[in-house]
Nanobody, 128 residues
Framework: QVQLVESGGGLVQAGASLSLSCAAS????????MGWFRQAPGKEREFVAG????????AYADSVEGRFTISTEYARNTVYLKMNSLKAEDTAHYYC?????????????????????WGRGTQVTVSS
């Protein structure tokens, strides 16, 4: 079965950097869109960053573009989210997710409903 495990969250001060990891087991990345989402108390789950199913296109939410970077390391079957210049508004529970259907699409999926595999998430708290 497919299992996703996030790690790397923690408590940091505003302006600091943090790197999140999502290790996948039970399948390979090839042919599946993947993404990072976050959810803060009282708010809906929102798209943060993603990579298209063909692995060639990355996209980011406007609020994090220029500060966050999504990347993959296929040899370790892991997807990363490098976060720089963290702000208090970045505080949330961060989840990684993978699409359940094989695709050759270059479109980055932004809707949480497009993803079927989810990790438990990791908490990121930024103090100001």
């Amino acid at each position: 079965q497919v299992q996703l495990v996030e790690s790397g969250g923690g408590l940091v001060q505003a302006g600091a950097s943090l790197s999140l990891s999502c290790a996948a087991s039970g399948r390979t990345f090839s042919g599946y869109a993947m993404g990072w989402f976050r959810q803060a108390p009282g708010k809906e789950r929102e798209f943060v960053a993603g990579i298209s199913a063909n692995g060639r296109v990355a996209a980011y939410a406007d609020s994090v573009e220029g500060r966050f970077t999504i990347s993959t390391e296929y040899a370790r079957n892991t997807v990363y989210l490098k976060m720089n210049s963290l702000k208090a508004e970045d505080t949330a529970h961060y989840y990684c997710a993978f699409q359940t259907r094989l695709s050759r699409s270059a479109l980055v999926r932004r809707n949480p409903n497009d993803f079927g595999y989810w990790g438990r998430g990791t908490q990121v708290t930024v103090s100001s």
